[in-house]
């Protein structure tokens, strides 16, 4: 079992930055990604990274350039840090991690609302 939980969440206006924070525990993983649910949409893939061995990091096209994913292993917390915010970025948000050589996301963490005011 991995268990994750999310902070960082809030209200905030165009323009602003906002960073998430993702704590994880249990077992190990290979991949920690973020997504997120807008109001009355499907759940969409924001940005992902490596856990292990690598740093390599994926982002949808939306987030490249105004979003940034990192972790800091010791720590066991990945962030996305979320720049020039857009009151179309409001959803919620999630974390999830995958497990080594699974494909899709395995656990999910119970997400932090992200509103953005214009």
């Known amino acids: 079992q991995v268990q994750l939980v999310e902070s960082g969440g809030g209200l905030v206006q165009a323009g602003d930055s906002l960073t998430l924070s993702c704590a994880a525990s249990g077992r190990t993983f290979s991949t920690m990604g973020w997504f997120r649910q807008p109001p009355a949409k499907e759940r969409e893939f924001v940005a992902a990274?490596?856990?292990?061995?690598?740093?390599?990091?994926y982002y949808a096209e939306f987030a490249k350039g105004r979003f940034t994913i990192s972790r800091d292993n010791a720590k066991n917390t990945g962030w996305l840090q979320m720049n020039s915010l857009k009151p179309e970025d409001t959803a919620v948000y999630y974390c999830a991690a995958q497990l080594t050589n699974t494909a899709g996301y395995n656990y999910w963490g119970q997400g932090t609302q992200v509103t953005v005011s214009s």
């Open positions: 990274i490596k856990w292990s061995f690598s740093s390599r990091t």
